[in-house]
């Protein structure tokens, strides 16, 4: 790795298997000070399977998923194959919504609570993907006590699970508009 390099340590997938089912959750969070890249790659693979779209919220996820394929050359062509499934949602929600909520930001802190308000991102103990990293790094240093440790994991998976069920309740919505443009004044 080099300086700057993002260092993935967590994901999360709700999965439907069908409209209207409920959503199939799996995470995986890295809590020792290894390398979580290995795990990190092989576990998400499992998860995804070999079918179905994959909604994504930017190229953030693709980028470092290029990334993986780099580092471990045995997991590009299954990289390669979960990239051509991804669908990014983000432009999808620029072109076709409006909310004065948004404040011009099409950030998904700023369109979940506008687009689904019963969710929200306050009041979570981790609620941005850069405390993330730093919650990620007090987790893994050592030096916290059991209870402080145990409530840095459950604020990551909490955060991270959040961030895909918003994908799913973003999708459910935008499905049962009828429209093509979402205004709402």
């Given at each position: 790795?080099?300086?700057?390099?993002?260092?993935?340590?967590?994901?999360s997938?709700?999965v439907?298997?069908?409209?209207?089912?409920?959503p199939?959750?799996?995470?995986?969070?890295?809590?020792?000070?290894?390398?979580p890249?290995?795990?990190?790659?092989?576990?998400?693979?499992?998860?995804?399977?070999?079918?179905?779209?994959i909604?994504?919220?930017?190229?953030?996820?693709?980028?470092?998923?290029?990334?993986?394929?780099?580092?471990f050359?045995?997991?590009?062509?299954?990289?390669?194959?979960?990239?051509?499934?991804?669908?990014d949602?983000?432009?999808?929600?620029?072109?076709h919504?409006?909310h004065?909520?948004?404040?011009?930001?099409?950030?998904?802190?700023?369109?979940?609570?506008a687009l689904?308000?019963?969710?929200?991102?306050?009041?979570?103990?981790?609620?941005?993907?850069?405390?993330?990293?730093?919650?990620?790094?007090?987790?893994?240093?050592?030096?916290?006590?059991?209870?402080e440790?145990?409530?840095?994991?459950?604020?990551?998976?909490?955060?991270?699970r959040?961030?895909?069920?918003?994908?799913?309740?973003?999708?459910?919505?935008?499905?049962?508009?009828?429209?093509?443009?979402?205004?709402?004044?």
């Amino acid at each position: 790795m080099r300086p700057y390099d993002h260092l993935p340590f967590q994901w999360s997938v709700h999965v439907l298997r069908r409209p209207g089912a409920e959503p199939e959750h799996y995470e995986f969070l890295a809590i020792d000070g290894g390398d979580p890249r290995r795990e990190f790659i092989s576990s998400l693979c499992a998860a995804l399977g070999e079918r179905g779209t994959i909604v994504v919220y930017s190229s953030f996820e693709s980028q470092r998923l290029s990334e993986l394929a780099s580092w471990f050359p045995e997991f590009a062509d299954r990289i390669t194959a979960i990239q051509a499934r991804l669908f990014d949602l983000l432009p999808v929600v620029r072109e076709h919504t409006y909310h004065p909520a948004y404040a011009g930001s099409y950030s998904i802190k700023s369109v979940l609570p506008a687009l689904v308000p019963e969710m929200t991102y306050d009041g979570m103990a981790v609620s941005n993907g850069q405390y993330a990293g730093l919650a990620w790094e007090s987790l893994v240093r050592g030096g916290l006590d059991c209870d402080e440790r145990d409530k840095i994991r459950k604020g990551l998976l909490e955060y991270c699970r959040q961030d895909t069920l918003a994908l799913v309740k973003i999708v459910t919505m935008l499905r049962s508009i009828s429209t093509g443009l979402i205004r709402c004044d």
